[in-house]
Nanobody, 124 residues
Framework: QVRLVESGGGLVQAGGSLRLSCAAS????????MGWYRQPLGKQRELVAS??????NYADSVKGRFTISRDDAKNTVVLQMNSLKPEDTAVYYC???????????????????WGQGTLVTVSS
């Protein structure tokens, strides 16, 4: 009933930039936390960046290179990635804590939602 759709992944050379976007859809009342996670091949998923009430949090490995922003009017979150390194290669997932109206019973519900993931490959 609510979903996140990511876009913007791809292949880029080291030192380049990519911009990931994530849009939430459904009968949404409000979105609390929004963030980006990544999962390198064979490794665990890790937090990249999050934003809540205008406050941002970044993994140490991306500080100064990545910027997270959101547009609450459009229910979107963006991750601008600059100075990309080969170690940034991973599947990137959008995540959001969403309050929405259940289409079956009309009740307000809360759900942590994940996007389908988008692959970012940084070549050396």
């Amino acid at each position: 009933q609510v979903r996140l759709v990511e876009s913007g992944g791809g292949l880029v050379q080291a030192g380049g930039s990519l911009r990931l976007s994530c849009a939430a859809s459904g009968s949404i009342f409000v979105i609390d936390d929004m963030g980006w996670y990544r999962q390198p091949l064979g490794k665990q998923r890790e937090l990249v960046a999050s934003i809540t009430n205008g406050l941002t949090n970044y993994a140490d490995s991306v500080k100064g290179r990545f910027t997270i922003s959101r547009d609450d009017a459009k229910n979107t979150v963006v991750l601008q990635m600059n100075s990309l390194k080969p170690e940034d290669t991973a599947v990137y997932y959008c995540n959001a804590d969403i309050y929405y109206r259940d289409e079956y019973d009309g009740r307000e519900r809360n759900l942590e939602v994940w996007g389908q993931g988008t692959l970012v490959t940084v070549s050396s």
